[in-house]
């Protein structure tokens, strides 16, 4: 499953998704990991949230980006929550490559039971039309 925070860049999307993290943590049963371009946020983050800086692992490409989250998957099956921040950045995507990536994250989520929460920076009217109605925050 996919949840969606759209918006411009600079409209709060990243604050919506740390509120989101933070609140989730307390009733989720299993492991939430968040991916992040930096560590600037490590400290807003609760502890038991694993913060992912994907810049240290050189994932130049959206096939990169794809087998790293298949990785993250693979090595914890108690995995329930993946939080993208940045999400066109840290995936190197281009706007015309988002529709098949949305549509490969939603299959392996649903495949393994993980929930993704993506904060992209781009109007929720841009997005694919299937995922529309996936958008939980539109700024």
Not at 23 to 38: F, P, Q
Not at 90 to 110: F, R, T, Y
Not at 113 to 136: G, K, R, Y
Request: glycine letters at 8%.
């Amino acid at each position: 499953m996919i949840q969606i925070i759209a918006g411009n860049k600079g409209k709060g999307k990243t604050k919506h998704l740390l509120d989101k993290v933070n609140t989730e943590i307390k009733s989720v049963h299993g492991n939430i990991v968040y991916l992040d371009k930096s560590s600037q946020h490590m400290y807003e983050l609760n502890n038991k949230i694993r913060l992912i800086n994907t810049s240290e692992f050189g994932l130049g490409s959206s096939d990169a980006f794809f087998g790293f989250i298949c990785g993250i998957i693979s090595q914890d099956h108690d995995l329930e929550q993946v939080y993208l921040d940045s999400f066109l950045k840290i995936a190197a995507l281009d706007s015309a490559e988002v529709p098949g990536m949305l549509d490969k994250l939603n299959a392996i989520g649903e495949k393994y039971d993980v929930t993704f929460v993506i904060s992209i920076s781009m109007d929720a009217h841009e997005l694919p039309e299937n995922m529309q109605s996936n958008v939980i925050v539109s700024l």
